[in-house]
């Protein structure tokens, strides 16, 4: 990649990496927070779903709102709004109060990681694409990883509010770097077109009750609860009105025809069943250690850089491998380490070795890596340079709403196996995390089915863009 190319990549990942480590680093400080701020903790949790919910409300119209206003100027924009509610948040009073800066923090952070990759694609070109898609691929897998590490070793040694206060220098230096490094475009209000409110209200409203019903199944127990069904229902009944009526309007929000192309609609299946296992599985091992160990928060979050390691690891390799072979063949070797890794989750053990566990993560962390960003590649990769604005939000809808699900269905199998026990005790519950990886296995193998798709369609698009060899050529001349 040229130096340019770095200096924008710097910047989106500076951006990334608040939006991203914001969905993790909140979750070791929840049961202080519940006590300095007088809240039961059913009431605290909304610091986590309301950034979630404001995630997913805005993320929809950002393509719009890229094209409208110009991608930098939005980008600056979405930068100042997490700084400023990351600063309200460290100086809350109130559950209430830290729930409200939250919901602003989420509406930056939202806008923050779909701009960044439409800055990011539209600058690296076809040529640079794997590349560039596996350095925007680091925030996005290590945050979650480090994210209660560094809370909690903010929480033990500063304070709950540096939580959010660490967001201040970094959002301030993305701020200028923004503003001195990211190429110019012009807004182009024609080609945006009027905003489709209705849609806009559809899908929003629509995604919102998806992430609310989903969050709230952890306090509820179940699945089919009222709290979660209702809500998720209604969401799913608003999302697909919101498609149907996108097919039948000439300029919708988003434009879901993309998924006519097989290509792009693969490697979207395969980006939210990735999410569903990443996210959602990234929920088990800080309480396995937690519940079954004995470990406090800044030693769980260390147990848990083995992951990170091996994403890392992948990361590093995956750009190269993908221009070599492909997005889809590159995740699905990533997918098939994945669930191979998986095995010994599955057969964890009260008294299972940390070195053991360690190796498994950093296997499975390598799987990730090669997986996620390689399939985004390839989905960009079938796409015309107008379509990005379009794919981008839509991309990441799918990632949030797929960890979600993960989230929702682990949790609730994971409660389900140790309330189920007659006696609790460290064997029974490590044997309930065994059989909740049973889970996690089968999302992965989910993962992996359109992998095999998205390789096939690959190999078959070489093929006829091959030339033929001189004598076959020579022979169809004559």
Avoid at 440 to 463: D, N, W, Y
Wanted: charge should be neutral; hydrophobic fraction near 55%.
């Amino acid at each position: 990649m040229t130096p340019r190319l770095w200096r924008i990549a710097i910047v989106v990942i500076l951006g990334a990496i608040m939006s991203v480590l914001d969905t993790t680093i909140v979750n070791v400080a929840l049961d202080t927070l519940s006590k300095d701020l007088n809240t039961p903790l059913d009431g605290i949790q909304w610091v986590i779903t309301g950034y979630m919910l404001a995630l997913a409300a805005v993320i929809p119209v950002t393509g719009w709102a890229a094209a409208r206003f110009g991608a930098r100027r939005l980008y600056v924009v979405s930068l100042i709004l997490f700084t400023a509610g990351s600063a309200l948040c460290g100086f809350a009073w109130s559950a209430q109060s830290l729930i409200a800066a939250r919901v602003l923090q989420g509406l930056g952070g939202g806008m923050l990681l779909p701009i960044g990759q439409m800055i990011l694609v539209r600058a690296a070109g076809p040529k640079n694409m794997a590349r560039v898609m596996s350095a925007i691929g680091v925030p996005i897998i290590l945050a979650p990883v480090f994210g209660p590490t560094l809370g909690g070793l903010l929480l033990d040694n500063a304070g709950w509010q540096w939580i959010f206060f660490v967001n201040l220098p970094i959002g301030i230096a993305a701020v200028i770097a923004a503003m001195r490094l990211l190429p110019r475009d012009v807004a182009d209000p024609v080609k945006a077109g009027k905003l489709d409110a209705t849609g806009l209200a559809l899908v929003a409203t629509g995604l919102v009750g998806i992430t609310y019903g989903l969050a709230e199944s952890g306090t509820a127990g179940s699945l089919l609860a009222d709290q979660v069904m209702v809500p998720f229902l209604l969401g799913i009944g608003l999302v697909a009105t919101f498609v149907v009526r996108a097919l039948r309007i000439d300029n919708p929000l988003l434009d879901v025809r993309l998924y006519a192309n097989k290509a792009f609609a693969a490697a979207s299946v395969t980006m939210t069943a990735l999410g569903a296992a990443l996210f959602g599985a990234m929920v088990l091992m800080p309480l396995y250690f937690q519940l079954v160990r004995g470990e406090d928060a800044v030693h769980t979050g260390l147990l848990l850089a083995p992951q990170g390691i091996g994403a890392a690891m992948a990361m590093a390799l995956s750009g190269r491998v993908t221009e070599r072979f492909g997005g889809g063949l590159t995740s699905l070797i990533g997918g098939t380490i994945t669930i191979v890794a998986t095995i010994p989750f599955v057969l964890i053990e009260a008294n299972t070795s940390f070195v053991v566990i360690s190796a498994a993560m950093i296997v499975r962390g390598f799987g990730i890596g090669m997986s996620m960003m390689p399939s985004m590649t390839a989905a960009y990769s079938v796409l015309r340079p107008d379509q990005i604005n379009d794919a981008t939000p839509q991309l990441n809808v799918l990632q949030r709403v797929g960890g979600s699900i993960g989230t929702a269905i682990l949790t609730v199998v994971l409660q389900s196996g140790i309330s189920g026990l007659a006696t609790p005790s460290a064997a029974g519950v490590a044997d309930a995390f065994g059989t909740t990886y049973y889970w996690v296995l089968g999302i992965s193998l989910v993962a992996l089915l359109p992998t095999i798709v998205l390789t096939t369609i690959e190999r078959r698009a070489k093929a006829s863009t091959e030339p033929l060899p001189a004598e076959v050529a020579l022979e169809a001349v004559a």
